[in-house]
């Protein structure tokens, strides 16, 4: 599976961006995509998944400010980031984790975009 990100930028706080990421490869049986996160400094963290039916989940911080959605027919998976605070500045992974025929799971991340919140 390879993860396409793109769409980070320089914004300016309370601004929005929309990421995307698209899968290719063998995307048979990706049960979950969505994005962490990585700030200097700081470990990595979740920020927003979608399972292929739909069920999201969100980190605390971005509840109510971003929004995580899928379009299966195009492979891809979008977070769109509202209302975007300095806090909110990091680099932004693509996550996708796939069942292999043997039940084990894998998972793939993308190259990363930077984004970026100025005061």
């Known amino acids: 599976v390879q993860l396409q990100a793109s769409g980070g930028g320089l914004v300016q706080a309370g601004g929005s961006l929309r990421l995307s990421c698209a899968a290719s490869?063998?995307?048979?049986?990706?049960?979950?995509m969505g994005w962490f996160r990585q700030a200097p400094g700081k470990q990595r963290e979740l920020v927003a998944t979608i399972t292929s039916g739909g069920r999201t989940r969100y980190a605390d911080s971005v509840m109510g400010r971003f929004t995580v959605s899928g379009d299966n027919a195009k492979n891809t998976v979008y977070l769109q980031m509202s209302s975007l605070k300095p806090e909110d500045t990091a680099v932004y992974y693509c996550?996708?984790?796939?069942?292999?025929?043997?039940?084990?799971?894998?998972?793939?991340w993308g190259q990363g975009t930077l984004v970026t919140v100025s005061s």
């Open positions: 996550h996708a984790k796939r069942e292999a025929s043997s039940g084990t799971y894998y998972d793939y």
């Open positions: 490869g063998s995307i048979f049986r990706i049960n979950v």
